[in-house]
């Protein structure tokens, strides 16, 4: 018996986010992200491949947008579950990394720049992302407002983006 109206299933994404810090400063590369194709600045990071762990994955984009050999994360930093109708359940997480080796020669051409960032120079850089799930969490987590592990669950609909719950 065939179910009318069926919902397709939607596409699954897993996004990998890398911290890395050197002394004072934090990793961020610079590409388009504003509503409107502005350039802005971000930890670098993105989706995973059929058949890559997530790690994998972290390690592969980061050497895409930014150059850099890095080793596995050594801390979860947080974790968002982000359900919008172009991606219904998309799960991200922000990972610190501590051992990175290279120089800054990004592959990817959606990335104009990558560079260390003073820590509150680069609070300024993502406050001015337009997307609340690009900008909240991390900017907790790296203010020390929101401790490590965090989850962050948000739902985007009809180009609003609504915190459900945070723990």
């Known amino acids: 018996m ?4 069926a919902k397709a299933p939607g596409p699954r994404v897993q996004l990998g986010i890398g911290i890395i810090r050197r002394d004072d400063e934090i990793l961020l590369v ?6 409107d194709g502005e350039m802005l600045w971000s930890p670098p990071g993105g989706g995973g491949e059929d058949g890559e ?3 994998e994955a972290l390690r592969r984009e980061l050497r895409e947008e930014t150059g850099l050999l890095v080793g596995d994360p050594v801390r979860s930093a947080l974790f968002m579950n ?3 109708e172009q991606h219904p359940s998309a799960l991200a997480t922000a990972f610190e990394i501590d051992e990175w080796a ?3 020669t990004p592959q990817d051409d959606d990335i104009e720049q990558a ?3 003073a820590l509150p120079d680069a ?3 993502l406050g001015e992302l337009d997307s609340a799930t690009q900008r909240e969490p991390i900017v907790g987590y790296l203010t020390g407002a929101i401790a490590p592990g965090t989850s962050w669950l ?3 609909r009809d180009a609003k983006e609504t915190l459900i719950a945070r723990w």
């Not at 610079?30 to 509503?35: D, I, K, V």
């Open 82 to 84: 982000i359900d919008s």
């Open 154 to 156: 948000y739902r985007d």
């Open 53 to 55: 762990l997530l790690h």
């Open 102 to 104: 290279g120089e800054f």
């Open 30 to 35: 610079r590409e388009s992200l504003g509503t």
């Open 115 to 117: 560079e260390f960032c």
């Open 123 to 125: 609070l300024i850089l």
């Open 2 to 5: 065939a179910v009318a109206n």
